[in-house]
């Protein structure tokens, strides 16, 4: 997520279809694991825009829906040009 510029080397081939790190630190959070609850917040839910797109659809990205499709997240704290590198790692 924070990381800029290119990944190093020993590191590329470790994405696992990641394009975005946040939801494997939840996933392996002790507090999480130990505190978490279901909630029928739909504001939490994974939004359709998102869940829907195939790797081709990421890998057609512009930087205008990158900013529309992420306006007020933290997936833009990886800036557009994060977000592609790891998309173009994963195909």
């Known amino acids: 997520i924070e990381h800029r510029g290119d990944l190093p080397t020993e590191y ?3 994405l ?3 394009i975005y790190g946040c939801d ?3 996933d392996v959070c002790p507090w999480n694991k130990k505190f978490s609850k279901k ?3 739909n504001s939490f839910a ?3 825009e998102i869940k829907n797109k195939t790797i081709s659809d990421w ?3 512009s930087e205008d829906e990158y900013k529309k499709l992420f306006k007020n997240s933290a997936v833009k704290r990886t800036k557009y040009s994060g977000i592609m590198r790891n998309i173009k790692l994963n195909s």
């Open 24 to 26: 494997i630190c939840q």
């Open 16 to 18: 696992d279809g990641w």
């Open 46 to 48: 994974i939004r359709p």
């Open 12 to 14: 590329k081939d470790k």
């Open 59 to 61: 890998k057609k990205l």
């Open 39 to 41: 909630t029928d917040d």
